[in-house]
Nanobody, 121 residues
């Protein structure tokens, strides 16, 4: 089992930046691909970005390409999401998990509390 704790969310104006962190504990973090997901009010959870276990390959949902950057530090069991040029439509609760498949909104483990990102226009 893997325990996941997200942090770093907040309220920013459009065009601003935030850096999210995901701290993982439990089973060996470095052997898993990891991903970021988000859920806006009234919508299903969706895939945002993923990174391979060694960090060499990344995947992004089309609307965040060029604005968000996913990275990981296996020595610290931590994953990051640098979010730049934020838009109001990025407003959501952001979660991390092991994706069941790339671009899928499903995670392998129990979801954490998530971290709220609010972008105002």
């Amino acid at each position: 089992q893997v325990q996941l704790v997200e942090s770093g969310g907040g309220s920013v104006q459009a065009g601003g930046s935030l850096r999210l962190s995901c701290a993982a504990s439990g089973r060996t973090f470095s052997t898993y691909a990891m991903g970021w997901f988000r859920q806006a009010p009234g919508k299903e959870r969706e895939f945002v970005a993923a990174i391979s276990w060694i960090g060499g390959t990344t995947y992004y949902e089309d609307s965040v390409k060029g604005r968000f950057t996913i990275s990981r530090d296996n020595a610290k069991n931590t994953m990051y999401l640098q979010m730049n040029s934020l838009k109001p439509e990025d407003t959501a609760v952001y979660y991390c998990n092991v994706p069941t498949a790339v671009y899928s909104g499903s995670g392998l483990y129990d979801w954490g509390q998530g971290t709220q990102v609010t972008v105002s226009s």
